[in-house]
């Protein structure tokens, strides 16, 4: 079972920067596909950017430019540098990793507001 452990979520300025983390158990994280997805209140979940085991990556085009996704294989760790933010960001962002299913993270709160 993979369990994912997002961190680095909470409150910044317009224009600001945040940098979020998550954390995968387990021993499949190098061969897997990692994403983040967010959701904004009375909005669907949408991907806002992705990355390959072989490290291809694509990003929503609401954050191209801004956003950038990296992975450390030997931290099975999955990282999403934002920055430029507005409050059109604010949302709760969650990890996925796919290999074979789907695995999330409990998700963390991107409040950007002055």
């Known amino acids: 079972q993979v369990q994912l452990v997002e961190s680095g979520g909470g409150l910044v300025q317009p224009g600001g920067s945040l940098r979020l983390s998550c954390t995968a158990s387990g021993s499949i994280f190098s061969s897997a596909a990692v994403n983040w997805y967010r959701q904004a209140p009375g909005k669907q979940r949408e991907l806002v950017a992705g990355?390959?085991?072989?490290?291809?990556?694509d990003y929503a085009d609401s954050v191209k430019g801004r956003f950038t996704i990296s992975r450390d294989n030997a931290k099975r760790t999955v990282y999403l540098q934002m920055g430029s933010l507005s409050p059109e960001d604010t949302a709760v962002y969650y990890c996925?990793?796919?290999?074979?299913?789907?695995?999330w993270g409990q998700g963390t709160q991107v409040t950007v507001s002055s």
């Open positions: 990355m390959t085991s072989r490290g291809s990556t």
């Open positions: 996925n990793l796919w290999f074979g299913k789907d695995y």
